[in-house]
Nanobody, 121 residues
Framework: QVQLVESGGGLVQPGGSLRLSCAAS????????MGWYRQAPGNQRELVATMPTRGTTDYADSVKGRFTISRDNAKNTVYLQMNSLKPEDTAVYYCNLRGRRLPWSNEAAYWGQGTQVTVSS
């Protein structure tokens, strides 16, 4: 099994910053990408940022210039630095990993349990 454990959510005032972390553990043969999604009440889950092992990092238009995704491949960990936070960034943030558990496995997607980010004064 693959486990994703997130940390770093919380309550912050508008204009503030938070840093989310997500550590992957378990049986992982290869990781194709790690990233972050979010879901606000009444909305569908949406992509925030994704960082492929090979390829171009992608951000949602709404977070470009404010959020930065990074990875520590040695630790199978992905981070999301969130600056200039806005009330509309309030959501549950989910870590996502796409990869293979075994060399012959198909690619699968794995999700963390989610961490709440609330931006409010």
């Amino acid at each position: 099994q693959v486990q994703l454990v997130e940390s770093g959510g919380g309550l912050v005032q508008p204009g503030g910053s938070l840093r989310l972390s997500c550590a992957a553990s378990g049986s992982i043969f290869s990781i194709n990408a790690m990233g972050w999604y979010r879901q606000a009440p009444g909305n569908q889950r949406e992509l925030v940022a994704t960082m492929p092992t090979r390829g171009t990092t992608d951000y949602a238009d709404s977070v470009k210039g404010r959020f930065t995704i990074s990875r520590d491949n040695a630790k199978n960990t992905v981070y999301l630095q969130m600056n200039s936070l806005k009330p509309e960034d309030t959501a549950v943030y989910y870590c996502n990993l796409r990869g293979r558990r075994l060399p012959w496995s198909n690619e699968a997607a794995y999700w963390g349990q989610g961490t709440q980010v609330t931006v409010s004064s």
